[in-house]
């Protein structure tokens, strides 16, 4: 299993989640879509594994939905 970890770029929150080697290797190889090589990963998880190979680009739950409110917010 690898540990995967990505800090949140607005309020530098931590998200560490751990993913199968496996696949963790094959998406830092660009070798298939999250979707594909996480399908049991929830949205949010999936937004941390990408986050955690980019470096940048991550948004927690929190911070993401500030900006990016939902239409029943606005």
């Known amino acids: 299993m ?11 929150a931590k998200e ?4 199968s080697n496996t696949a963790w ?3 830092n190889d660009r070798e298939g879509l999250v979707q ?3 399908p049991d ?3 949010h998880d999936r937004e941390v594994v990408m986050g955690a190979r ?7 739950a929190p911070c993401w ?10």
């Open 16 to 19: 560490t989640l751990t993913v």
């Open 25 to 27: 290797d094959k998406f």
């Open 65 to 74: 939905d500030k900006i990016f409110p939902s239409d029943d917010e606005e």
């Open 54 to 60: 980019n470096g940048y680009g991550y948004y927690c």
């Open 2 to 12: 690898a540990t995967v970890k990505a800090m949140c770029g607005i309020c530098a």
């Open 36 to 38: 594909e090589l996480f």
């Open 41 to 43: 990963l929830s949205l």
